[in-house]
């Protein structure tokens, strides 16, 4: 039980020593961040959407598959690309 307890103590010391490093910066730093993050996310989220579209279009031409095939990309294509638009709404 002792160990434990010191264990949380070092922790807690580290944090609150790192404390003035960590927020030196301020809201400034945070927000250019969490902006490049999200700049990030739907670049990502935009090639994700053309690759899946693409490979259901070379199914739905090259192997003759059924929309019941695709169906599942095509969801997750649209969710992929919701996501990418929602989550600076709600970061906002």
């Known amino acids: 039980m ?3 307890n010191m264990k949380f103590f070092m922790i ?18 945070v927000t250019t961040a969490v902006s490049n ?5 739907q670049t990502i989220a935009k090639i994700l959407v053309v690759l899946a579209l693409t ?9 003759n598959a059924g929309i019941s095939d695709i169906w599942h990309v095509v969801i997750g294509a649209l969710v992929i690309g919701a996501a990418g638009k929602f989550g600076p709404l709600l970061l906002a």
């Open 2 to 4: 002792k160990n434990k």
């Open 12 to 29: 807690f010391a580290l944090f609150a020593m790192m404390s003035d490093v960590v927020f030196a910066g301020g809201l400034a730093n």
């Open 37 to 41: 993050t999200v700049t990030d996310f």
């Open 55 to 63: 490979w259901v279009g070379f199914m739905l031409m090259f192997k």
